[in-house]
């Protein structure tokens, strides 16, 4: 099978740890078809995701031999590189990799691999239908496809407008910064208006992280915000 075709319809992948030595230690043998791949992520056919189980792997023989400059070569790719997505073993991770391991006998790194691929792909999947949802909401007209190829590829859709592109954005980015909020022991005003600067940033700067100074309502149900002016009786 050729690689065009192996790649036909994927627009995530897994890297494992054997295509990233290939690629890193330019292996003689499948360094070729390793740098194809590795092509394609930087254009952006596709993204990838990885693990701290692979960069462990990778990493045994450089620091085993001293050679610092691979050991570099290596973290970089694996934890920086262009449409390759790092992804943290968490407690998550953890648990599937238990369930994993119990239906298919698997060996726990691979067990924490396939953990990782999956959580990932839940969260992908998670972050379009969110944005999606909470964008159609406030009127943006981009659909549920539309939405994931502005969030994995970066392309832009026609005939839609730039602010409707921006608000997915924003809102993907918010959503990566409330997860870090998880590991906070409290969520004060900072946080909260951070929150509301990320969304509004790029589409509405001058309101992005200030309280609102209008009434709103929600289209199609009787419930009643507080009035703005509230909060600015709190402040004084």
Not at 34 to 63: D, H, N
Not at 122 to 141: M, Q, R
Request: aromatic content about 10%; glycine content about 6%; some cysteine.
């Amino acid at each position: 099978m050729k690689l065009n075709d192996a790649f036909n319809g994927v627009n995530r992948c897994f890297l494992d740890t054997a295509p990233i030595i290939y690629y890193v230690e330019q292996n003689f043998s499948y360094f070729a078809i390793a740098c194809s791949v590795f092509q394609r992520l930087r254009i952006g056919y596709f993204t990838a995701v990885t693990s701290p189980v692979t960069l462990a792997e990778c990493l045994v023989v450089p620091c085993r031999q001293g050679l610092t400059q691979l050991k570099q070569d290596f973290v970089e790719v694996i934890t920086a590189g262009k449409n390759i997505v790092f992804t943290p073993i968490t407690a998550e991770v953890g648990q599937q990799a238990v369930e994993l391991r119990v239906l298919y006998n698997l060996k726990l790194p691979d067990a924490l691999q396939i953990a990782v691929a999956v959580v990932a792909e839940l969260k992908k999947l998670y972050d379009v239908k969110f944005t999606y949802n909470s964008n159609a909401i406030e009127g943006n007209t981009l659909t549920q496809s539309e939405t994931a190829l502005v969030l994995e590829t970066g392309i832009t859709i026609g005939g839609k407008t730039l602010r409707e592109h921006l608000e997915v954005i924003g809102h993907k980015d918010t959503i990566d910064y409330i997860e870090t909020l998880t590991q906070l022991e409290e969520v004060g005003e900072w946080e909260i208006k951070r929150i509301y600067n990320l969304i509004l940033r790029s589409i509405a700067p001058q309101e992005a992280g200030c309280y609102r100074q209008l009434d709103v309502k929600a289209a199609g149900t009787e419930y009643v915000y507080s009035p703005h002016y509230l909060r600015a009786r709190a402040d004084g």
